[in-house]
Each structure stands twice: as C-alpha cells, then as structure tokens.
C-alpha cells in the first residue's frame, strides 16, 4: 500500500471519509495500530449503525472486537475502545477536534492551566475537562474487561491525542502515541505519565504541535522525545532542531508550489499537515 501526501480539506476537516488503511492477515506494530485507530476516532460511530459496522469492520481486520463508544455527554469529547483476545490487548482512541462542534473549538482555545489531581502538575483546562468527561466510563470499560491497564494502548490525534496524554497520567498504560498532539501541561504534569512506552509524532509543518506556546517557567511544556516526520514521510527519532528548522523551511516553499494553489486543497502546509492521513502514510507505507 502507497499512502500519498494529502493537502486536500476533506482530509483535515472531515478524515473519518477515507476507509481503513488496516488490511487482513497483517502482522502490525503497536504504533502502526494506534496511529490508524487515532484517526479512526473520527469514525462517528455513535451517531448510525452504519459507521458504527464500519468502524467495527476496520477492526476487525486486525482482530480486535466490536468497539465500545464513550461519549461526554457535555463535552463532546468521544472515543471507542476494543479488545483483542489473541494478546488479551486494549486499543483505546479518543476523537479529535471536529471543525463542525463549536465544543471543541471553544475547548481548544481555553489555554487556562488547572491542577490536574489525577496524577499532579498542571495542564490545559479545556483538555482536561474533556478528559474527565470521559475517563469513568474508560475505568468502567477496564474493570468490566477484567484485562490490566498495562496492556492498554491509549491514542489520538490533536485534541484527542492531548486527552490520551492525560488518561496515560491517570492510568498505567502499556503505549502512549499521539499524533498532532498540542502542548498538554507543564513540566511537572510531564513527569506523571505512567505509559512504559511513549511515542510524540509530530508531521513536518503541523502548526497544532506548535501551540500552546511554551513559557520558561512554569507554563507548557511537551513529552520530552518526539518522532518527527520529515517532508517527504520518513520518521526521524529526535531530529536536531537545525534539522526540523531546514526541513521545514523546504517544506513550505514545496508546498507553495505544488499545493497552495490546487482548487480544494489546503492554503498552507503547516495546516495540511495536521491531516491524520499524513501521519499515516509514514508508518503504512
């Protein structure tokens, strides 16, 4: 399978258009499974039984079951959860910003830090009430499974991948990976997470890893490592920043002219590459 870049909106405004990248009687990683299940978050599941066969089908290709939805009845926030009894493992990924939800938009700009009494240190409000909006029927879906904690694999991208940071605060968990993820606290929040495995992928330009801006003291700060994925898709382990500065760079010129300028496409690269699929195509190529 080749995986394309793609600038077009409907890939960052509404991912959940494009079926499942998981094919049948593949051997996949536990990053390859999170990344795609992050964007198949978006998959609205709870709103028809025809998204929700569809989201059931795509798991179904690497053996897990029918998903569970959890849904802030408040918030908007959601996310689904699924088991797989081959390796007793729990995939669990929460929805990202949907541009349609005045919630998450009004969420995302709330850059407020409250104390995050889950763990300890302080994190974004509007992140973490998303989060606790959801986290009891996660800790019911964990209890009722009679599986550990520890084999959970918590995912999302954007504002979904700030809320796994937050429940990999909460929870022991065996993989945190998060793709586009924001800045979710601060330094002292940071050194809380339980994940024994944390992967941060940050695609290029994505101008929501970027944000919000961090402070010297006492404001936000990101996962320490991160794996960056270059222009053209190939992820680097904790590139040099003289690296990202010039690959970017190139980036954004590239884009402009190959790009900017296609009707229905995005105007700029550091929004396209926000798109879920382009985080795919690194890691299902």
């Not at 590239?254 to 300028?261: C, E, G, I, K, V």
Request: hydrophobic letters at 45%.
């Amino acid at each position: 399978m080749v995986i394309a870049y793609d600038a077009s909106r409907s890939a960052l405004y509404t991912p959940e258009s494009r079926d499942t990248v998981f094919q049948s009687g593949v051997d996949y990683t536990p990053v390859q499974l999170a990344v795609e299940a992050a964007r198949l978050a978006y998959y609205r599941a709870e709103a028809s039984s025809a998204q929700m066969q569809r989201l059931a089908e795509a798991l179904a290709r690497v053996g897990f079951a029918a998903p569970v939805m959890f849904i802030g009845e408040h918030t908007g926030a959601a996310g689904f959860g699924s088991l797989r009894a081959s390796d007793r493992r729990m995939l669990l990924a929460l929805r990202g910003t949907q541009p349609d939800d005045f919630r998450d938009i009004k969420r995302d700009l709330g850059v407020r830090m409250i104390a995050w009494s889950e763990s300890g240190g302080r994190v974004h409000a509007g992140f973490a009430s998303a989060t606790r909006s959801l986290l009891p029927q996660i800790r019911q879906w964990i209890s009722r499974t009679a599986h550990a904690a520890e084999k959970l694999i918590v995912t999302g991208h954007s504002l979904g991948a700030a809320m796994a940071t937050l429940t990999a605060a909460a929870l022991p968990v065996e993989w945190l990976v998060t793709l586009g993820s924001p800045r979710v606290g601060d330094s002292d929040f940071i050194r809380t997470l339980q994940a024994a495995n944390s992967v941060r992928i940050v695609d290029c330009c994505d101008l929501v890893t970027q944000v919000p801006p961090p402070l010297p003291i006492g404001g936000y700060a990101h996962v320490p490592t991160c794996t960056y994925l270059t222009q053209d898709g190939q992820a680097v382990l904790d590139p040099a920043q003289a690296l990202i500065d010039a690959d970017r760079s190139s980036a954004r010129r590239r884009y402009l002219a190959r790009y900017s300028w296609r009707l229905g496409n995005v105007l700029l690269r550091r929004l396209a590459d926000h798109a879920p699929i382009n985080y795919a195509r690194a890691f299902f190529n």
